[in-house]
């Protein structure tokens, strides 16, 4: 199984510079993992480097399809706080 | 260059830009640093506010990831607290950016110092900045190389950044508490793993700290950058400002926190609120005591591309970067022509700002009591007033007293908008200009249109043109002369008055 990348991706090479198996490569828009290299760092690393260093919230999915990481869990910010900040500017 | 000034001769003569001890780059808040590194600040255009007007430097964007995050950056955008260009900037290789450094270098001879700042932290994947400097360093010897960092893998690199002669590090430090920290930065990644709270905010500043000692030993001049957050760090800075410069850190640069909603930031998000300019200048003035204080830092207003000015940026694009054919000794020769003919343009301008400050000095003998005045400039660099009021993104601010004339700091003209009808409209971009001047008492320019000069007038501020294309400090010298002897600048008049920044 392998990790994998959406849309999210602001190309800021992170992931790329620390995947161990160089699973991940720069496709025309953004990044992306090629699933028959990606171990999900097993046997390297305890945690999946690419998912420990992306500072994008929901860029990387798990194997299971779930963002590694959710809304709000990197920039702190409560997403139903953001949501409501986001629907303020909209409204100037 | 030329020859430095001997060293009685430097204390007597204010060095241009700055004539009061408060300035980073004035002789006394040097006075504990080695003659050696006093010498290299002082000439320095990102430490010196007066060699700041003569030449520039330039940015490549060739290391985009990061290693940690901070609570008043959004990895989407530029970001606003550190000039740090966003991962939207055109990023470069370390060979393309080589390429056009070299371009850059030959065709505008001011430009004497690259940097590397990000956009993402240049350290957390060193080989590409390293590559960079490597070839720059192999090919144009005569460039000042810098990097700015968060500090968190800077032990690592010390020693290569020293053999490359690197002749600068900013790290960016904001606090010295983890738990202080813990507010400002979310994660780090470290040792594999992404980690959170308090114990990253101590692993961070141990490594910062550690890399500040490391970087001092080898002779690299070290500049800390902190980010003033109000009821986060405001207080413990001084503290901060303390410690960095037992160090031997040669300067501390305190910046205001940018943070709006529309960053999609932490801080913009949650409703941190920025310092306002009374709040950064006390920071500052209470930090100056014990510390090089840098005021005259406006994130890099002098990249090369922005003395390029839009008009001549277009010919570096890398297209035509690549196209170009640089014969790169005869280009440093042509170099070495246009600084010495600056460094004698320099040392006729400090000549001609000695004399209207001696008769500064003469108010001070009257023992007249006078109160200082702050004042703004709006200049387009070279050290003179040469830019028309209605073009000014930005206002050089200006304190004038008996003791002289020193420089407090650039304020910039809000410029953000989020798009409002109202952003393109001449009379709101008026009033905003004279919201930046708020606490000035006139502002002196090359030119202004009628309608701007009514409106300065009601609201307090003294518009002036009648020195245009003088140096800055002389014609401020005259002005708060004038002042005095027209009895505006008596302490009796406005007690109450305090001049705030
Ligand atoms: S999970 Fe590990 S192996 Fe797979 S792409 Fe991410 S870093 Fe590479
Ligand atoms: S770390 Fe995240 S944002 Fe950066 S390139 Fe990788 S997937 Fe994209």
Redesign the pocket.
Same mark, same amino acid.
């Given at each position: 199984m392998?990790?994998s990348i959406v849309d999210l991706c602001v190309n800021c090479h992170a &992931?790329f510079d620390? &995947?161990?198996?160089d +699973? !991940?490569y720069k496709a025309s828009t953004q990044f992306m !993992?090629n699933k028959n290299?990606?171990?999900?760092?097993v046997g390297?690393?305890e945690d +999946?480097?690419? +998912?420990s260093i992306c500072p994008i919230e929901g860029a990387i999915l798990t194997p299971a399809g779930e963002p590694a990481n959710p809304a709000g869990s990197l920039t702190g910010i409560p997403p139903q706080k953001l949501r409501e900040v986001m629907a303020e500017i909209q409204a100037r | 260059m030329t020859d430095m000034a001997p060293q009685n001769q430097a204390l007597e003569i204010p060095s241009g830009g700055c004539s009061s001890g408060s300035c980073g780059s004035s002789d006394d808040a040097m006075a504990h640093l080695p003659e050696s590194i006093r010498e290299r600040v002082n000439n320095h255009p990102c430490y010196s506010e007066e060699a700041h007007h003569f030449y520039a430097r330039m940015h490549v964007a060739v290391a985009p990831a990061c290693n940690i995050q901070c609570h008043y950056c959004n990895r989407k955008y530029d970001c606003a607290n550190e000039s740090r260009p966003g991962v939207v900037s055109e990023l470069l290789t370390p060979s393309q950016a080589t390429k056009k450094v070299l371009a850059v270098a030959a065709n505008v001879p001011q430009m004497s110092v690259v940097g590397i700042a990000g956009p993402g932290d240049p350290l957390a994947n060193p080989e590409k900045t390293l590559e960079t400097f490597r070839a720059i360093y192999k090919e144009a010897p005569d460039i000042k190389l810098c990097v700015s960092t968060n500090g968190l893998a800077l032990p690592d690199v010390v020693d290569d950044l020293a053999e490359l002669n690197v002749d600068h590090v900013t790290i960016t430090i904001n606090c010295v508490d983890p738990k202080v920290g813990a507010k400002i930065y979310p994660w780090i990644y470290w040792e594999n793993k992404r980690i959170r709270g308090e114990e990253a905010a101590k692993i961070l500043i141990e490594r910062q700290q550690l890399g500040l000692e490391m970087l001092v030993e080898r002779g690299v001049l070290v500049k800390v950058n902190s980010v003033m957050i109000p009821g986060v760090n405001d207080k413990h800075l001084e503290e901060v400002s303390k410690i960095v410069k037992a160090k031997g850190a040669f300067l501390h640069n305190v910046m205001p926190l940018i943070a709006e909603p529309e960053h999609g930031t932490f801080y913009g998000v949650m409703g941190q609120r920025s310092p306002n300019k009374a709040e950064l200048q006390e920071l500052q003035d209470s930090c100056s005591g014990d510390m090089n204080m840098m005021r005259h830092c406006r994130q890099c207003r002098a990249d090369a591309v922005g003395l390029l000015g839009e008009d001549r940026g277009h010919e570096f694009t890398m297209d035509k970067v690549e196209a170009m054919d640089i014969d790169y000794k005869q280009a440093m020769e042509f170099r070495a022509e246009v600084h010495s003919s600056i460094e004698e343009q320099r040392n006729a301008m400090k000549k001609v700002a000695t004399v209207s400050l001696d008769a500064i000095g003469g108010v001070k003998q009257a023992q007249k009591k006078t109160r200082p005045v702050l004042m703004a400039v709006a200049t387009e660099g070279q050290g003179v007033i040469n830019q028309h009021f209605g073009h000014a993104t930005e206002f050089l601010v200006y304190e004038a007293s008996s003791d002289g004339v020193r420089f407090i700091g650039p304020r910039k003209v809000d410029q953000y908008c989020i798009g409002s009808s109202e952003c393109d409209d001449g009379e709101s971009k008026l009033s905003m200009n004279i919201r930046t001047l708020e606490g000035c008492e006139a502002v002196l320019c090359a030119k202004i249109g009628l309608e701007p000069w009514g409106q300065l007038e009601e609201a307090g501020i003294e518009p002036n043109g009648e020195h245009a294309y003088e140096p800055i400090e002389e014609a401020i010298a005259a002005v708060y002369l004038e002042m005095v002897e027209a009895g505006k600048a008596d302490i009796e008049v406005e007690t109450t008055q305090k001049a705030t920044a």
């Open positions: 392998s990790y &992931c620390v &995947c161990p198996n +699973a !991940i !993992i290299k990606c171990t999900e760092c390297d690393h +999946a480097q690419c +998912a | -």
